[in-house]
């Protein structure tokens, strides 16, 4: 098949490979309805998923899921995606991941772990994660330290644990990490359920910023921070993953094909499977992935905007589950007609939290 | 703090790769790329923790009469910027 030559090839592939997963924290970006999604991929159709990915242009893969060390294969297929000559990475909740386990991912080809921490307090991590799990986080870093290889810490924020973004970034240093992810929830999934319970007040952000700010002026050791702010606070919406269709592409658990991890929110998208057609044909052909491409289907007041080659329009997944509509504006930008709900939820924030709704996988 | 890097090495978690898809060099991290030049590529291949230095007189042996030191420079102070790179005696 010749694609057509001006459209972009991806150069990130998220292979959400399972699921299941011990933790239950509730600002988990994967569906509600965890349950209709089942039926996983073997091996050797995720192989061969990595071998087109490779083929159409991807150059990283980010296994992820769920908890994707719960697959038996795992080493298997971190195995084929350095056959295939991906730059790997594994983002885990790293609770299921012992010493020996940590030296097998090293030795079958890994370039990069990512490990969550959900909160510095032990008990508060524990709370959030709805299992006890702080304790085997740290000791898969430090495992992971001792033989040299690279770790991002990724801490999300929130309303229960921004006080103490200070002694995250000084958890950071202790354990040794490379990396440190300063992300402020994303209200899709599950985060948008509890986006109430979760959403930080104006007060906590600023101070959050200023903390972050003087602790890296009067840190001399080695960290590289990435802080992502809250869209919510912001005056223009993300560049959601540098536009549909345009870098990225998501396989889940059961295949399904998604532009964005978190696409199967919008109603009335067909998702192709990859157990069916080609990640070539998927990219290049499917109706779900031209969908929002580029930006001759943008709304105002975005078409007319100079910023709609930067952002894109935003986050559709945001779009649909604020306004309903998919095909509006992200209501973070300031300029959309549907911003006053933004508004209405940071006002929200302000008052006390709603108790929180935890991951479950409803039978 | 790019200033202070004498001895650049590659931070841990970037690899250089080859992208035959696209021909072109990239230096690839947790969270995206960079896209190389010849000259990119050429100046990530020497971050081993050899000097500065010893980094120009290397890229004036492979492309005769370039005058490499301040893009080394700008170019090592922009990848350290980005955690990318750092300094061996780190």
Redesign the interface.
């Known amino acids: 098949m010749m694609p057509p030559r001006e459209l972009p090839?991806p150069?990130a592939l998220l292979a959400e490979i399972t699921y299941r997963c011990p933790l239950q924290c509730p600002y988990c970006s994967n569906p509600l309805e965890l349950a209709r999604y089942k039926s996983e991929l073997d091996t050797a159709t995720w192989v061969r998923v990595f071998e087109q990915a490779?083929?159409?242009?991807v150059?990283?893969l980010h296994l992820s899921g769920g908890e994707p060390l719960v697959r038996r294969d795992i080493l298997d297929l971190i195995r084929a995606a350095r056959d295939c000559?991906l730059?790997s990475?594994l983002s885990t909740g790293a609770t299921v991941a012992d010493e020996k386990m940590i030296e097998r991912l090293r030795e079958a080809g890994l370039?990069?772990l990512?490990v969550s921490l959900l909160d510095t307090d032990p008990q508060a991590n524990d709370w959030l994660a709805a299992a006890p799990s702080y304790d085997r986080k740290r000791d898969a870093v430090l495992a992971a330290k001792r033989i040299?290889?690279?770790v991002?810490l990724n801490v999300v924020l929130h309303r229960h644990n921004l006080e103490r973004i200070g002694e995250v970034i000084e958890t950071a240093f202790a354990w040794g990490v490379?990396?440190l992810e300063l992300a402020n929830t994303q209200y899709t999934g599950w985060a948008f359920r509890n986006r109430a319970a979760l959403m930080p007040t104006r007060a906590q952000v600023e101070r959050a910023q200023r903390v972050v700010d003087e602790k890296l002026a009067a840190s001399t050791g080695?960290?590289?921070v990435?802080h992502v702010l809250p869209d919510y606070f912001e005056e223009f919406p993300k560049a959601c993953l540098h536009g549909w269709g345009m870098v990225f592409m998501a396989v889940a658990p059961d295949g399904a094909a998604l532009p964005c991890q978190t696409a199967r929110e919008i109603p009335g998208l067909q998702f192709p499977n990859v157990r069916d057609s080609s990640l070539e044909e998927i990219w290049f052909t499917s109706d779900v992935f031209q969908r929002f491409r580029g930006t001759d289907w943008l709304p105002e007041p975005c078409r007319s905007c100079d910023r709609r080659e930067i952002d894109f329009g935003g986050c559709r997944c945001q779009a649909y589950l604020m306004t309903g509509d998919a095909n509006a504006t992200d209501p973070v930008c300031h300029l959309s007609p549907h911003h006053h709900l933004v508004a209405e939820a940071l006002a929200e924030a302000e008052k006390p939290a709603p108790p929180l709704a935890f991951r479950v996988m409803r039978t | 703090m790019a200033d202070g890097i004498r001895r650049p090495v590659l931070a841990p978690h970037a690899r250089y790769r080859w992208d035959k898809v696209r021909s072109e060099h990239q230096l690839v991290f947790p969270e995206g790329m960079i896209v190389l030049n010849e000259p990119g590529k050429a100046i990530v291949e020497l971050c081993d923790g050899r000097s500065l230095r010893e980094m120009v007189a290397a890229l004036k042996e492979k492309f005769p009469g370039a005058e490499p030191e301040d893009d080394v420079r700008e170019f090592i102070g922009q990848l350290a910027e980005r955690g990318l790179v750092h300094d061996a005696a780190e």
């Open positions: 090839r150069r490779a083929a159409l242009g150059a990283q000559e730059y990475n370039d990069h990512q040299g290889f690279p991002t490379d990396r080695r960290l590289d990435v």
